[in-house]
C-alpha cells in the first residue's frame, strides 16, 4: 500500500515549518500534532496512487496553487480587492476527477481527523469506478475563489452544507454540497444529479466576446473556466479568530 496523502501535500508548501503543525477541531479544541498533511497507508496502492491520484494532485496544484493557464486578470473598477481570473485549455474532467477523488479519499480513510466524513457508499463506489474508468464524473461541479488576507494560509477539513438556489426560477430544490478550503483557496463542490446553484455563465464585451464560466460541468466545454479573487471569506476568518482564542 501507498504512503497517501489524503489531501496534496502541494497545496500546504507555504505553511513554513519543517516540523509539525497544531491541529484544531472548530469548537476550538486541539487536535493531534501532524506533519504538512495527513495520509493514510491503508486506502491506495502503489499502482493505483501513481497511476490515477498522483497525475490528478499535480495537475490541480498547477491550475488551483500556481494558476498556470490564466490568459487574463480582470479587476473590478470600483473593488481593486475582487479580481477575476480567466483560463485557457484548462482540463475541467481532470479537475473534475480531483475534486471526486478528495471526497473519496477522505470518505473511506479511518484517520483520526476525518474518520466522521463520509459521502455515503454509493457514491464511494461511484467515484472509485469513474477514476479507475475514465468515467465523466458529471455529478461533480465546482466554484473557485482564491483569498488573499493572509490569514486564509490555513487548511480546513470538507465539511458538508446545502446550498440554496440564488435563482429559484434557475433552480427549484436545494443542492447537497461540499466546502473544500486549501490555504487561501476555497472552493464549494456539489455532488448532487441537480446544478451547482452559484454556477455562473458571462459573455465579455472585451476579449473578443469571450464566454466564461464557473462551472467545471461537461456542458461547460465552450466556454473558459473563471475563478474569483478576493480578501477574505467571512466564514473561515471567524473559524480562524475562534481558534486563535483557545
Known sequence: MAKAHIFPIGFFN??????HVSTYRTTGEKGRCLQKAIYDEQIIC????HTYFEPLDDYAIKVLRDKQGVIDIITHDRDKDNRLYIFDNIDKKQLRHFFASILWRASI???LEV???SIGQAYETRIRNDLLNDGPVDYIDAFVTFLTEPRHNAF???YRK???PIDPKRDSQNINSWILQFPNIHVLLSMDKRRLPNRIYAK?????????STSIHPDTAQYKFVAFEK????SQLNQIGEMGQT
Open 14 to 19: 507555504k505553511i513554513e515549518t519543517k516540523g
Open 46 to 49: 502503489h499502482d493505483c496512487e
Open 109 to 111: 480513510s479511518r484517520q
Open 115 to 117: 474518520k466522521s466524513l
Open 156 to 158: 480546513f477539513l470538507p
Open 162 to 164: 446545502k446550498f440554496r
Open 204 to 212: 465579455l464585451t472585451d476579449n473578443n466576446g469571450l464566454h466564461i
Open 231 to 234: 480578501k477574505k471569506d467571512a
